[in-house]
């Protein structure tokens, strides 16, 4: 891969548009790594924007939102996305948020697409025909920009019909996002939490989910005011068993802190979670 994204690279000026398309999507994965070929045809693909086509807009948007001094190309794909929001397909609206998630570097052309797609969808019928991934990155993108729109209620009730495809999706995070996103908007309406607090119930399931991850979904669920005594004595037991996995301060005050939020006590883990405490001051 390094030999051909240096081919390209050197190659940049010969390319035509469509070139410059297919091996833009061909480097894709590792837009990162293969910053100068992006780098090399950022400001040709920013002048001709206006001649893509949407599946194209996408892949631009995704790599200069990943890529370091490309907020101009990603507003210029956003500003072009949106004259076209009428006649996008569902999934690709949904699409434009995943690669809208705040950053501070974004232009306002960002914000401007993420509340085109947002009202857009508010006066749309049927969004059932969205993945459930689509679904979870939508939340994540409105919680990021503090937005609390109209269609979050239809976009929290896809998530309670969908509720075994999200539990069993290859995608044990996404759950997790999607709580976490819900608790962000403070969304107390919220029926998928309810859902999602009912599944941390079975421990086997619980203990899917990376550590850290776990410190910060029962955070949101103290934050949501959710409490189930099984489901918080699962989230005990697994801290307890991997309590070694406290490396920072902070998850221990979060795990604490909610516990406390919803007054669940459970001494061996606090007494554990106390030595940890004492641990770290006299390090």
């Not at 919680?143 to 019909?161: F, K, N, Q, T, Y």
């Not at 709580?179 to 009912?198: E, G, I, P």
């Not at 399931?205 to 949501?224: G, I, R, S, T």
Request: proline share 2%.
């Amino acid at each position: 891969m390094p030999a051909a994204v240096r081919q390209a690279t050197a190659m940049a000026r010969q390319f035509d548009l469509e070139d410059t398309m297919r091996a833009w999507q061909g480097f894709l994965r590792f837009s990162k790594e293969n910053r100068s070929f992006y780098m090399a045809v950022r400001n040709q693909v920013q002048r001709q924007v206006a001649s893509l086509c949407s599946s194209q807009l996408l892949l631009v948007q995704r790599a200069a939102r990943d890529l370091h001094s490309c907020a101009d190309l990603h507003a210029a794909a956003c500003a072009e996305i949106q004259r076209r929001l009428p006649k996008l397909a569902l999934s690709e609206a949904a699409a434009c948020l995943a690669h809208c998630t705040f950053k501070r570097e974004f232009r306002p052309q960002a914000s401007a697409l993420v509340r085109a797609v947002v009202q857009h969808w508010n006066e749309r019928q049927d969004l059932h025909d969205l993945k459930v991934v689509e679904v979870v990155d939508a939340l994540v993108c409105l919680a990021s920009w503090d937005l609390r729109p109209p269609v979050l209620g239809r976009l929290d009730e896809i998530l309670v019909d969908r509720q075994v495809e999200l539990k069993y999706t290859g995608n044990v995070l996404l759950w997790v996002f999607a709580t976490r996103s819900l608790s962000r908007m403070q969304y107390r309406d919220s029926k998928w939490a309810l859902v999602a607090l009912d599944l941390a119930r079975d421990k086997i399931f619980l203990e899917q989910v990376p550590f850290h991850n776990l410190c910060q979904l029962l955070e949101k669920f103290a934050e949501l005011n959710l409490f189930d005594e099984m489901a918080y004595q699962s989230f005990a037991e697994l801290f307890l068993a991997e309590r070694q996995l406290f490396k920072e301060l902070r998850d221990i005050a979060q795990v604490l802190w909610a516990f406390a939020h919803v007054g669940f006590f459970h001494p061996e883990l606090f007494d554990a979670l106390y030595n940890l405490i004492l641990d770290r001051f006299e390090a």
